[in-house]
């Protein structure tokens, strides 16, 4: 069974930066592709951020793009979220999801694409 465990949440300032991390128990190279979710208090769990298998191609949801970055590190079995210009609309419950089984590294993945979740790291920033 994969295992993530995501770290770095914390409340912040509006337009301060935080980088999220999230370890992976195996090879992050056998994943066809990872991303990172987020949930806010009375709301649908969103896709942020998307990684394929290569770690070259990355999608992001239109509400993210130009401030955050998902990266992996392959030889640390890392997967980041750089998150910079931070908004109070961004304060969620952000977890990462990894998929192993299918094809899902060519566009910003759904919840039903990943097979395997991190418990959640909680990103509260204060406007």
């Known amino acids: 069974q994969v295992q993530l465990v995501e770290s770095g949440g914390r409340s912040v300032q509006a337009g301060g930066s935080l980088r999220l991390s999230c370890v992976v128990s195996t090879y992050i190279y056998s994943m066809y592709c990872m991303g990172w979710f987020r949930q806010a208090p009375g709301k649908e769990r969103e896709g942020v951020a998307t990684i394929d298998r290569s770690g070259v191609s990355t999608f992001y949801a239109d509400s993210v793009k130009g401030r955050f970055t998902i990266s992996q590190d392959n030889a640390m079995n890392t997967l980041y979220l750089q998150m910079n210009s931070l908004k109070a609309e961004d304060t969620a419950m952000y977890y990462c999801?990894?998929?192993?089984?299918?094809?899902?590294?060519?566009?910003?993945?759904?919840?039903?694409?990943?097979?395997?979740w991190g418990q959640g790291t909680q990103v509260t920033v204060s406007s």
């Open positions: 999801a990894a998929e192993s089984s299918r094809f899902c590294g060519y566009r910003l993945a759904r919840e039903a694409d990943f097979g395997y």
